[in-house]
């Protein structure tokens, strides 16, 4: 199966009784500062603070009754973790999530809080898909990649779908990559709605494995990125990079310089709290490495879920 913008719009009916539908703002402060136009789809609104919410309820309420009664599973530190255990709440299932022991506390406790059944294991790749693997033949329950999954890059590709609901006469639409599901499916859904829209992403210059995967024509794996923007720390995966590279016009990198000012930013003028990995989107404007002057940008704020103990323009 290759998804169509008919699975976006079937996974929008899907989600319609339990996603919220995210309010879209404007700042004119931001506006003069980038010499733009700019939409803000805040995703930071939704449950759990987060679009994850929107590729996890679609995947949970994707499952035949027989597949949903065994529950599902995955393995996440953040928001896919809360994601899902809040889905999988939703429709009455159990949801088992595995989470390295060094998660931070308000992770842990988000999903607890959401109905998580939490198994920790060691913070390591191998640990985290072996203790999921035990999980799953022990429970048969259905694994929910956080992005690898059809399922999951429908359901995120249903915010872009309100955004142009909202405004039609987008130029551009921005969004961060970190592992591409909130990227694969904004591409599809933009691409296929308004013929000639631009689709760009932003992406950490201290984790740029996927503007060197577009370069390269294949995936290079993110190999010890360190940046602030933490929700962008993971690969491409093989559903999502064939999309992104069809259908995303380019992947501009920028620098925590720009990722902490642009954040700091939009919590002062537009006074919202979003996260580093939201930033990034707005760094492709703010950095102006590439010329957007004058025209009409949707950005997808794809969180707000921050330490509040730990800011990054704290010293």
């Not at 931070?104 to 059944?117: E, F």
């Not at 995967?213 to 602030?228: F, R």
């Not at 930013?265 to 760094?283: D, H, L, N, Q």
Request: net charge negative.
């Amino acid at each position: 199966m290759s998804l169509e913008l008919n699975d976006i719009l079937m996974a929008a009916e899907r989600l319609r009784p339990y996603a919220h539908r995210t309010p879209v703002l404007t700042n004119k402060s931001l506006n003069k500062q980038v010499d733009a136009e700019v939409f803000l789809k805040c995703e930071n609104l939704q449950k759990v603070g987060a679009f994850k919410f929107r590729g996890a309820c679609n995947a949970v309420f994707s499952l035949s009754d027989n597949e949903a009664a065994r529950g599902v599973c995955t393995h996440s530190s953040g928001n896919h973790a809360a994601a899902l255990a809040l889905a999988a709440s939703l429709r009455g299932i159990p949801a088992y999530i595995v989470m390295p022991d060094n998660a931070p506390l308000v992770k842990k406790n988000a999903v607890a809080g959401y109905g998580g059944l939490i198994t920790f294991c060691e913070p390591t790749l191998e640990a985290r898909e072996g203790t999921l693997d035990r999980i799953r033949l022990e429970t048969g329950a259905t694994v929910i990649h956080p992005y690898n999954d059809e399922r999951v890059i429908a359901g995120q590709g249903t915010a872009v779908l309100e955004l142009l609901a909202d405004i039609p006469d987008l130029d551009v639409v921005i969004a961060p990559v970190g592992g591409g599901g909130l990227l694969s499916g904004t591409s599809i859904a933009a691409t296929e709605i308004k013929k000639g829209i631009r689709v760009i992403a932003g992406e950490p210059e201290m984790a740029d494995d996927a503007f060197r995967s577009m370069q390269a024509g294949e995936i290079i794996p993110s190999k010890n990125p360190k940046t602030i923007a933490d929700g962008l720390l993971t690969s491409l995966g093989t559903l999502t990079f064939p999309i992104i590279q069809q259908r995303v016009e380019q992947i501009v990198t920028v620098s925590e310089a720009g990722i902490i000012e642009s954040m700091k930013f939009i919590w002062e003028r537009a006074k919202i709290i979003i996260e580093p990995s939201s930033a990034v989107a707005i760094g492709v404007l703010w950095e102006q490495k590439i010329d957007l002057s004058g025209l009409k940008v949707g950005v997808i704020v794809s969180g707000g879920n921050v330490d509040l103990e730990k800011l990054p323009w704290q010293p």
